[in-house]
């Protein structure tokens, strides 16, 4: 009967050592994602993909950041139906690089990226790609959305995972009137 109570007693030690040992893990794993710093940088001509990256930032619990460029866009830059309008040059040639204001620090300090745009030519405005090479994302987790009037993301997805192999792509999305709770459900299918 001694032996029963016995082994009986290291049974439950060993049960309650088990549980103590899952308790320590997922407590080193929630710490670990509280740890994980989160950007939510942005450009925005006329201010639509500003208030999505405002409620991303807040979903997300991440730090905004505003991609400037150097020289704003006026409402004739942004004129694509005229072929020498400055957006249209700039989508026109795949090596434009549009200056940047460049004060973002501690770009180190962010794991999760998240890149927002409104869709210019089906894809990403090549001032993107001039905040993506002024700054080191390698190993960064970068996923993009953005803000359009009929395109997906999917030609953004596609050529900045060719373009920039060494960042950890995540697929973005057009988020066009998406509320808290879409935006949430969209950024836990992330992890």
Do not use: H
């Amino acid at each position: 009967m001694k032996r029963f109570i016995l082994s009986i007693a290291a049974m439950a030690m060993v049960i309650a050592s088990c549980g103590q040992n899952k308790k320590t893990e997922q407590t080193e794993n929630t710490q670990e994602e509280k740890q994980m710093k989160t950007l939510v940088a942005y450009f925005s001509a006329t201010g639509t993909t500003k208030a999505l990256a405002e409620k991303v930032a807040a979903v997300t619990g991440g730090d905004l950041y505003e991609i400037k460029p150097e020289v704003i866009y006026t409402p004739e830059d942004l004129d694509w139906t005229v072929k020498k309008s400055r957006s249209s040059v700039e989508m026109a040639d795949k090596a434009s690089r549009p200056a940047i204001v460049k004060d973002l620090e501690g770009i180190d300090e962010y794991d999760n990226i998240y890149v927002g745009f409104p869709i210019w030519w089906y894809t990403a405005p090549t001032i993107i790609n001039t905040f993506l090479e002024t700054y080191n994302f390698n190993g960064k987790k970068v996923v993009f959305f953005g803000t359009s009037g009929g395109s997906t993301m999917d030609k953004a997805n596609a050529e900045f995972k060719a373009a920039y192999p060494e960042i950890n792509w995540k697929d973005g999305k057009v988020l066009n009137r998406s509320t808290d709770e879409d935006i949430k459900t969209w950024v836990e299918s992330l992890k």
